[in-house]
């Protein structure tokens, strides 16, 4: 007898990923993609990442100066609570994110 199973995190994220981009490239693109920001949950929603790899890669981003913390929060859309948003950094313009 065969089951089928519903499409996992992992399945998602490796579909949806392009190949050779990074974890940091990923959510950032999902990010610049969002018109008002997103949070760490939404982002892993989108994803498919756990929200603890969303953490790590923001704090990439932001040291790399192209993410920050909105000046605001909002309800999230995954759990309705106040959370803080993150955004494109403005002066990131065309920069290319190259991690270490």
Same mark, same amino acid.
């Given at each position: ?26 959510? =950032? ?19 498919? =990442? ?51």
């Amino acid at each position: 007898m065969r089951r089928v199973y519903a499409e996992t995190s992992a399945v998602a994220y490796h579909s949806r990923k392009r190949e050779n981009e990074t974890e940091a490239e990923y959510v =950032l693109s999902v990010i610049r993609k969002a018109q008002h920001g997103l949070t760490i949950l939404e982002i892993a929603q989108r994803t498919g =990442l756990q929200s603890s790899t969303v953490s790590g890669r923001l704090g990439d981003l932001r040291k790399a100066g192209l993410v920050e913390e909105a000046p605001f929060k909002r309800k999230c859309s995954v759990n309705g609570m106040r959370k803080k948003i993150w955004v494109e950094s403005p002066a990131t313009g065309q920069l290319r994110l190259r991690m270490p």
